[in-house]
């Protein structure tokens, strides 16, 4: 027969073990990340800062509650911008903007440093920006009339600012464009 102090010391082996097997789990599942298809991941480590490069499709070791990864999408994005501006006559304007961007894959480093994953709230910074500069130098009449002139405007100071964020604008179209008066 075996003594109650046998069986308690056995029944804390078993618990170790179990506690330890538990723990080496834990550690072992939160040491990996999976980027999927169509996607880069960026490392950030809580002592050196971003890492310097992105990674690809895989699975990928991280050191667990040291570095934490930033998955982004890499596939085009389509976004409705709109705005409100003024004329220099004072007209206001209605705008609607469709823009399909993607964020700059050798410069996803940069990217979460400066504006981390949700980057793409930037593009109605960005339309609101390029609208009321270009808006403002123009009379009502001289958009209706050069509608393609404008345009073309809007299409390159957008795609300029967003590359200076390094977010790439695939395609820029005027969809709404009124008077409310």
């Known amino acids: 027969m075996v003594s ?27 040491s990996f990340y999976i980027v999927k298809s169509g996607e880069r991941a960026v490392l950030v480590d809580r002592f050196h800062g971003t890492l310097p490069r992105s990674v690809g499709k895989g699975i990928h070791f991280k050191i667990p509650w040291v570095q934490k ?30 823009v399909i961007s993607r964020p700059e894959v050798q410069r996803l480093p940069t990217i979460v440093q400066n504006l981390g994953l949700e980057y793409d709230k930037i593009l109605n910074f960005i339309a609101n920006e390029v609208l009321e500069s270009i808006v403002a130098k123009s009379s009502l ?29 695939d395609e820029i179209d005027i969809t709404h464009f009124s008077n409310p008066r």
């Open 4 to 30: 109650s102090q046998a069986k308690a010391s056995n029944l804390f082996k078993k618990a170790r073990f179990v506690s330890g097997f538990g723990a080496a789990v834990t550690i072992g599942h939160s």
């Open 69 to 98: 990864p930033y998955i982004f999408d890499l596939r085009p994005r389509t976004h409705r911008l709109s705005a409100i501006s003024a004329t220099d006559d004072h007209e206001p304007v209605n705008l609607t903007l469709r």
């Open 141 to 169: 009449l001289m958009l209706f009339r050069s509608h393609s002139w404008f345009s073309e405007r809007v299409k390159d100071a957008f795609v300029g600012r967003a590359k200076d964020l390094n977010i790439l604008i």
